[in-house]
């Protein structure tokens, strides 16, 4: 893989509730990254307005907000956000397919009304859940086929893709096909630590198991130099 090509694939989660941070870091990634993620602790704090603030011209906007409600609820949701321009959101999978189907209408009815369709991710399991953490809440699948049923459903509801561990990519993409978007957080470079998250990999063993986008946070926001860090990740990617 070349250079350019693994650092398109990589979104950075700038997950503060400091908007300077989050403007400062923008603008130090500008053309280094394929896409800055913003996620609930952000939105929450700021609203879209902070969102169009640190974004501006300078990223493509993983708007992170794993929507989960009634399907009329999700649906108005996605309207919402429309005039940010998200190239990517989520919702949960969990929701089921009717919540899936009027998200993913709604993202179509977004992009007639001459906003750019934001590709609608379905959240499998969140990569801080483990096969205990399964047990805890009543689901006595392991892991991996929890993930598969929840992508599958996904699948079917016409969604453009799952977010899942790398752990998972291989089998969802022999099940789900080339063009189905998978985008893989919990990523940690080598030179990293694991922190909170439990089902994790390496930027290159997420690359080489098939993911399209990679998520990664910490391991580029808490860097002394957060660009150096994005290069050396594009590099374990690179090979």
């Known amino acids: 893989m070349k250079r350019d090509d693994a650092v398109a694939r990589i979104l950075c989660a700038v997950d503060t509730t400091d908007i300077e941070v ?32 640190v974004i501006k011209d300078r990223h493509p906007l993983f708007l992170d907000l794993k929507m989960h409600d009634i399907p009329n609820t999700v649906a108005g949701g996605m309207r919402a956000i429309a005039p940010l321009r998200p190239f990517l959101t989520t919702v949960h999978a969990s929701g089921g397919a009717a919540m899936l189907r009027s998200a993913m209408a709604a993202a179509v009815t977004a992009g007639e009304a001459g906003f750019a369709r934001p590709k609608v991710l379905a959240i499998t399991l969140l990569t801080s859940i483990d096969t205990d953490d399964l047990a805890q809440i009543g689901m006595k699948a ?49 030179w990293s630590t694991a922190n909170d998250q439990k089902r994790i990999v390496t930027p290159a063993e997420a690359i080489a198991a098939g993911a399209d986008y990679l998520v990664v946070g910490r391991p580029i926001t808490q860097a002394r130099d957060p660009v150096e860090a994005v290069e050396k990740i594009a590099e374990e990617m690179a090979g």
Do not use: M, W, Y
């Open 142 to 190: 392991p892991v991996a086929a929890q993930v598969l049923r929840l992508a599958d459903l996904a699948l079917k509801a016409g969604t453009d893709g799952v977010v899942c561990s790398a752990h998972e990519v291989k089998a969802l993409r022999k099940h789900c096909g080339d063009d189905f978007l998978l985008v893989v957080p919990g990523v940690r470079p080598a």
């Open 22 to 53: 989050a403007k400062n870091l923008s603008r130090r990634l500008k053309g280094r990254i394929g896409g800055l993620k913003l996620g609930l602790e952000f939105f929450h704090s700021h609203g879209p307005a902070g969102v169009a603030k």
